[in-house]
């Protein structure tokens, strides 16, 4: 059978494509390619080993080598050295957006219209009511200080605690907003590489509007209608997730959750793009 390069040849023009703005992104952060490239060596093992090992067997050093095109001698290198250490970002971010979510839902932190209230940071509704009830065991006052960082809360003049901002998404933390990249990117790749192998008998949602000529002074009215509609959409899905949550204690007295069942991570996300043309 005759070998079809038109899979590879069409990766590789995606991957230029891809890598272009990483490579931007890289560079203005003072990445060298060095550092890149043994950043990639240490990941293609890490795959090749985790994800593509033969089942039934131990993975190999030689399977990695045949995968990745490594010699086993670099192999053992890039193995021998300790891995980093777990970041704790992904989990403070998990619990921060979950109370902000929860403000944002729960009729008991509610006002008028179904506004979120301002909270006071103590008492029976109050801040730490709504860390304990969405966060678990996390202190309010870490919590506090996450939101705060980026932007999502503010402290009025008589304390008490006011939303600004319905999203957990940060103003100024560089480190954060990189963080963002690496997860919201990473799970893009994910839904597009599954659509690849089982699209045509399990196609996950994977769509976007685009026009390739809109007048300039056009986009700040589209920006508005995008991020309100999207913001409105986003909502209304993290109701219904929500509801299936099985995470406690969120939906601890929900008799619907059975924890015990297999779980997932799943969402949906939505981004806004422009490229100026002339």
Known sequence: MDFDARPHQAINKALERLLRPLFRLLLRNGISYVAFEELTRR???????????????????????????LSRKEILRLLSDPPPEPSADGDS???????????????DFLGEGGVPRPLDPEGDVSFAALVKRYSGDMPARAVLDELMRVGAVQRQPDGRLEMVERAYVPRESTVEKLRILGADVADLIETIDHNVQHGAADPRFQRKVLYESIPADALPAFRKLSAAQSQALLEKLDRWLAAHDTDPPANESNPSVQPDQPRARVGLGIYYFEQWIS
């Open 43 to 69: 990941t293609f093992v890490d795959v090749s080993i985790r994800d593509f090992g033969i089942p039934g067997r131990k993975p190999s050093i030689s399977r990695a080598s045949v995968l990745s095109g």
């Open 93 to 107: 971010h998990n619990r921060a957006a979950r109370v902000l979510t929860g403000w944002v839902r729960d009729a």
